[in-house]
């Protein structure tokens, strides 16, 4: 069975920083896309980061770049996300997800992910 467990959410003040980590298990991530989404309320879901399998990041958000990083450990099995310079409008659930096919490019589209964590709670307060 598949599954991957975020962590490391939780409130911070305004230009603080949060690691998020993403465990996977069940599931080998070395030949797998990943990413990070998040959601906010009332919002569609979107992509903040996505990192190929040899760990070079293909898309970072506008809103993110230069704060936000993202990361994988492949002996680990682990993916993570260093946030910086937390901003308010950064509050949202925060999800990990998995591609499970082997590509050469990597999407940013959510349609593009079949494994999903269950999302951890980001609030950035002013």
């Known amino acids: 069975q598949v599954q991957l467990v975020e962590s490391g959410g939780g409130s911070v003040q305004a230009g603080g920083s949060l690691r998020l980590s993403c465990a996977a298990s069940?599931?080998?991530?070395?030949?797998?896309?990943m990413a990070w989404f998040r959601q906010a309320p009332g919002k569609e879901r979107e992509a903040v980061a996505v990192?190929?399998?040899?760990?070079?990041?293909?898309y970072s958000a506008d809103s993110v770049k230069g704060r936000f990083i993202i990361s994988r450990d492949n002996a680990e099995n682990r993916l993570a996300l260093q946030m910086n310079s937390l901003k308010p409008e950064d509050s949202a659930i925060y999800y990990c997800?998995?591609?499970?096919?082997?590509?050469?490019?990597?999407?940013?589209?959510?349609?593009?992910?079949?494994?999903w964590g269950q999302g951890t709670q980001v609030t950035v307060s002013s």
């Open positions: 997800a998995a591609d499970r096919e082997a590509r050469w490019s990597c999407s940013k589209f959510k349609n593009a992910y079949e494994y």
């Open positions: 990192i190929d399998v040899g760990g070079t990041t293909t």
């Open positions: 069940g599931y080998m991530i070395r030949n797998s896309c």
